[in-house]
């Protein structure tokens, strides 16, 4: 089973769309992971459950993140394209498509305009849409915060305080993602989250991420058996974008959870609970939209 934390071999190729860098690890059913904002290819708690006996787990940068350049790739559209590219270039025919949070539209854009290439789509906790409103105090400050002449900074800083504090500034994250007003904060999720955040850079990555938008039009195109699961107390991502993606993806179904970490349902007691959700789906054979609530 894939361990939470444990560094990956990072690679790197050149495409004909740019620069692109991808971990690998495992055999099995390619499942191509699109991370979230923040993330890079070092990503590992979405592996959680993943058994690397059966399942190869390819996760790449995107533009702007780790060592994949922004450069001309600043569209979901754009940054579909190269990971198509990467994709081609490990002579994979069809992979199951994991959309997480921010890399939400990158991976519709892959399963609307590569319909060949994606035999199963999995969107996670993932935005469908125009993320933050340009007159919204989040994106005011995430434009200060993240500004990548300061954000090795700000994400230094973090880095420092979850080694001397941890406690501390698990508990000052958690309503970032979570809206539960109570809550108990356990020493594994502690640590899952300290391992998650380590890896961390916001670098020109986020910036871009909260100015991407596409059509509804775009969406509307998936036809490959889509699960949408998403937590009602996701504070990071409103639950509103499942619904949006529920309603314009045909062959979607909707895993609503109602869990303790809300966007990270990676971590917690009930975490196993709606990773199972996940696997099951990409177990299935046919999919129908009464198979998982």
Not at 146 to 157: A, D, H, Q, T, Y
Not at 172 to 192: G, M
């Amino acid at each position: 089973m894939k361990t939470i934390g444990t560094k990956m071999n990072n690679l790197t190729i050149d495409t004909k769309f740019g620069r692109i860098e991808y971990s690998s690890a495992g055999k099995g059913t390619a499942i191509v992971f699109i991370h979230g904002g923040h993330s890079n290819c070092n990503e590992t708690l979405c592996h959680k459950g993943f058994d690397l006996e059966k399942y190869r787990l390819i996760t790449p940068s995107r533009p702007g993140y780790g060592s994949t350049p922004l450069e001309s790739n600043r569209t979901p559209k754009q940054a579909a394209d190269l990971i198509v590219e990467l994709i081609n270039h490990l002579s994979i025919e069809k992979i199951v498509l994991y959309g997480i949070s921010a890399g939400g539209l990158t991976a519709i854009e892959i399963a609307s305009n590569y319909p060949n290439k994606v035999n199963k789509l999995i969107l996670a906790s993932a935005i469908s849409k125009k993320w933050l409103d340009e007159n919204d105090s989040v994106y005011k400050a995430a434009k200060i915060i993240f500004n990548p002449r300061i954000e090795k900074l700000v994400w230094g800083m973090i880095k420092v305080f979850s080694k001397i504090f941890p406690n501390m500034l698990a508990k000052s994250f958690y309503p970032q993602f979570s809206s539960n007003s109570t809550y108990k904060l356990k020493k594994v999720d502690i640590k899952e989250l300290i391992c998650t955040l380590k890896y961390y850079n916001s670098k020109t990555g986020f910036l871009n991420d909260i100015d991407q938008n596409i059509n509804d039009e775009v969406i509307a195109k998936i036809k490959c058996p889509t699960l949408i699961i998403h937590s009602k107390n996701d504070s990071s991502v409103l639950f509103e974008h499942a619904l949006h993606s529920n309603k314009m993806i045909e062959y979607s179904i909707m895993a609503k959870l109602d869990n303790e970490w809300g966007h990270l349902f990676w971590i917690g007691n009930d975490s196993m609970e709606s990773i199972k959700k996940t696997l099951e789906f990409i177990e299935m054979n046919k999919v129908s939209t009464e198979q998982i609530v």
